[in-house]
């Protein structure tokens, strides 16, 4: 991939290569009324959807009350790039669907249980290459 020459030192991902580069992380930053950041593991879905698996505590019962939130993850290699996704946030419910996703292969370095499923349904998703 050539980098786009901009003054800024800045390129613009398209959407797509930004869901890409989601894709390639385990571990971003979750931004939830307050405001509170957290670090989260998550996975995306191949319908561009965000799932974290998290503990039931302070971050869902906020995301319950106030479901807009910011999610963001990077990468600082040599080619440094940031997608931030602003969206709301579905915490699950359903018994068949937690079942169904409890299936996925999360990660998880928490050193508790992460038995709650959050679904982050996209509205913006934007991306940014730095140039050094």
Do not use: C
């Amino acid at each position: 991939m050539e980098f786009e020459k901009h003054a800024s030192g800045v390129r613009t991902l398209p959407e797509l290569e930004a869901w890409s580069r989601l894709r390639s992380k385990a571990v971003g930053r979750l931004a939830v009324a307050g405001p509170d950041i957290f670090p989260v593991n998550y996975l995306v879905s191949d319908h561009h959807e965000i799932f974290i698996r998290t503990s039931d505590g302070t971050k869902v019962a906020t995301m319950r009350e106030h479901p807009r939130i910011a999610f963001e993850t990077d990468d600082l290699g040599p080619h440094p790039w940031s997608v931030v996704v602003k969206g709301t946030a579905d915490v699950i419910d359903d018994p068949d669907e937690i079942a169904t996703l409890g299936e996925l292969a999360f990660w998880s370095w928490a050193p508790r249980d992460t038995d709650v499923i959050v679904r982050i349904n996209a509205v913006e998703v934007t991306g940014r290459q730095f140039q050094h």
